[in-house]
C-alpha cells in the first residue's frame, strides 16, 4: 500500500514538473504564429507581444506592401506612408503607364494628365492602330480618317487578306472580288485542300472532285487505315475491306492473342475459339491456391 502511495506521489511531481515545459512550448508557438499574423498583415497579430527586432522586421514589411499596393493601384494603399522618394517613383510609373495606356486605346486612358508631346504622340499612335485596323479588317476601322494615300494602302491589304482567305479555306472570302488569275489560284489551291483532306481521312472531301491519280491514293490510304484499325481491334475496323491475305494474317494474331489472354487470365478470353488442344491445356494448368 505504501509502495503504490508513493508510485503515486512520484508520477505527480513529474506531472507537475513538465507542465512548466510544456506551457514554454506552448508560448513559444503562439509567438511564432503572432508573428507570421503580423508578418502577413492579419487581423489576429498583437503587436504588443512583439519584441523589439521583430517590431522593426514587421514594419519594414508593412512598408514594403503598402508600397506594393500603392504600385498595383490596390485600395488598401495609404500614400500618406510612402517616403519621398517612394511618392516620386511610384508618380513616375503612374505616368508612365497612363501614357502606355492612351497609346493602346484604353478605357483607363486621362487625357488630362498628358503633357503636349505626349498627346500628340497619342494621336499619331491612334492614327496607326485605325490604319491598321482598315487594313486587317478588324477593330473599329474608320476610313474617314484615312488619307488617299493610306486608303490605297488599304484596298490593297485588304485584296490580299480576301485571296489568303479564299486559298486556305479560313475567314471570309469573296469570291466576286477576286481577279480571274487569283480565281484560278484559288481553285487550285482548293482541290489541293480537298485532295489532302481526302487522303489524310478527314471529313471535308470531296471524292468526286478527285483526279484518278488522288482517286488511287486516297484508296490505298484508306486501306492502311482501316488495316491499322483492324490490326488494333478498333470499332472502325471493316473486315468486308481487308484482303484474303490480311484476313487470314488478323486471324491468326487474335487466336494467339486471345489463347495468351486465356491461359495467362489476362485480357479478354473468348474459350469457344480455342482448339481442343488449347482447351485441354487450360483445363490442365495448374490453378492458383486460394487461400
Known sequence: MK????????VQVVCLSLLPIL?????SSDLVQNLEACKNGLADCDRSRLTPAQSVEVARGD????????????????PSKLSEREATALAIADHQRNVSDC????RSCD????????SREMIVAEHQRNLADCKDGVGDCDRSKLTQAEIG?????????????????LGLCNYSQLTPSETLAVSASEHQ???????????????????????GRTAVADHQRNLAACSDGQETCDYAKLTPSEAKTLAGAEHKRNYAACITGHGYCDPSHLTPSEAMA??????????
Not at 506551457?23 to 508560448?27: C, D, L, N, P, V
Not at 512598408?63 to 495609404?78: I, M, P, Y
Not at 485532295?195 to 471529313?203: R, Y
Open 3 to 10: 509502495v503504490s502511495l508513493l508510485k503515486c506521489l512520484r
Open 23 to 27: 506551457g514554454f512550448a506552448q508560448s
Open 63 to 78: 512598408q514594403q506592401r503598402n508600397l506594393s499596393n500603392c504600385r498595383d493601384g490596390v485600395d488598401s494603399c495609404d
Open 103 to 106: 497609346n493602346a486605346g484604353m
Open 111 to 118: 487625357l488630362a494628365k498628358l503633357t503636349q508631346s505626349e
Open 153 to 169: 494602302q488599304v484596298n490593297v491589304a485588304r485584296r490580299q487578306l480576301n485571296v489568303s482567305d479564299c486559298k486556305s479555306g
Open 193 to 215: 485542300r480537298n485532295a489532302e483532306n481526302c487522303e489524310n481521312g478527314w471529313g471535308d472531301c470531296d471524292h468526286s472532285k478527285l483526279n484518278p491519280g488522288e482517286a
Open 282 to 291: 487450360i483445363q490442365t494448368e495448374p490453378k492458383p491456391v486460394v487461400r
